[in-house]
């Protein structure tokens, strides 16, 4: 309990999986959550089981007008910031050969700019409340080659290096600001259910000790380690969340 107590944190992407969870764990372990996303009626629903200690802000990530309003919404409300969980993206099928240079640059307007927006907000406001700590979600198609996510990985390694960068910068400037990257395999969630199909009871780790597919509580455990004091030494790091499946490889 209590692992978070009184911190802000921003999780965009909150309306559906990984975010919704992530925000429901920080609320829980007492820190007072912002939940974004482009999806009102989920975010909105979200903030609602969570109650007064949470607030959700209608939130593209590829808009820099968004991100402005979104650290205003924080600031009048809270007047600090402690935490950015860079959560939200798509994901977008497609090879080297069948991605159009449109679909790469959509992409890449979200899944990258929304997190280079996200880094570059979050420090200003971050650098003036003492610091903080900033989780950015990429993926193990940053870390390997996964074929038929062409354009995903690329954002997810523009995600990663951003993360290094950020993380040196903050470090060199005395901020106190730590950024961390998580790289997760497979996750139960809307993003995947949709080409898993209905039998997913066979992919738990319960059913499965080789299983691929882990649960948004699996990875909203690391994102609450990492938004806490605990993990304060823990900074520009690669997290996976993979079951060894890089090890064994993709
Ligand atoms: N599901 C997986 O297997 C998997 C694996 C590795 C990494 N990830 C990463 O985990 C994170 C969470 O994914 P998830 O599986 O929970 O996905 P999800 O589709 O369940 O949730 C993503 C959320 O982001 C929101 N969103 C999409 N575009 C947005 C935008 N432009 N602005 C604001 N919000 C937007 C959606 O409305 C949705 O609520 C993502 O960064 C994803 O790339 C997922």
Redesign the pocket.
């Known amino acids: 309990m209590d692992r978070v107590k009184g911190k802000v944190v921003i999780v965009?992407?909150?309306?559906?999986?990984?975010?919704r969870e992530d925000a429901l764990m920080l609320a829980r372990e007492g820190a007072r959550v912002v939940l974004?996303?482009?999806?009102e009626e989920?975010g909105r629903a979200a903030a609602e089981q969570i109650g007064e200690s949470a607030i959700f802000v209608r939130?593209?990530?590829?808009s820099e007008d968004d991100w402005k309003a979104v650290m205003k919404a924080v600031g009048d409300r809270f007047g600090r910031l402690d935490a950015l969980v860079n959560?939200?993206?798509?994901?977008m099928m497609g090879s080297i050969e069948d991605t159009s240079l449109e679909d790469w640059r959509k992409m890449h307007r979200?899944?990258a700019d929304?997190y280079f927006l996200g880094c570059k907000y979050a420090v200003a406001m971050m650098k003036n409340s003492g610091g903080g700590s900033i989780v950015n979600?990429?993926?193990?198609?940053a870390l390997t080659g996964i074929p038929v996510v062409c354009a995903y990985s690329g954002a997810?390694g523009s995600v990663t290096a951003l993360t290094r960068s950020v993380a040196v910068h903050c470090r060199l400037n005395g901020y106190r600001i730590r950024c961390n990257s998580i790289h997760?395999?497979?996750?139960l969630?809307?993003?995947?259910l949709g080409f898993l199909g209905n039998d997913i009871e066979r992919l738990r780790l319960e059913n499965d000790p080789a299983s691929r597919f882990c649960d948004?509580k699996d990875?909203a455990n690391l994102v609450l380690f990492l938004v806490s004091d605990e993990s304060r030494f823990i900074n520009g790091a690669e997290l996976r969340i993979d079951n060894a499946q890089m090890v064994v490889g993709i």
């Open positions: 965009t992407g909150a309306a559906s999986g990984v975010g974004t996303d482009i999806n989920g939130h593209d990530i590829s959560n939200a993206a798509i994901l979200v899944n929304g979600m990429s993926s193990v198609a997810k997760p395999d497979g996750i969630t809307p993003m995947t948004p990875v």
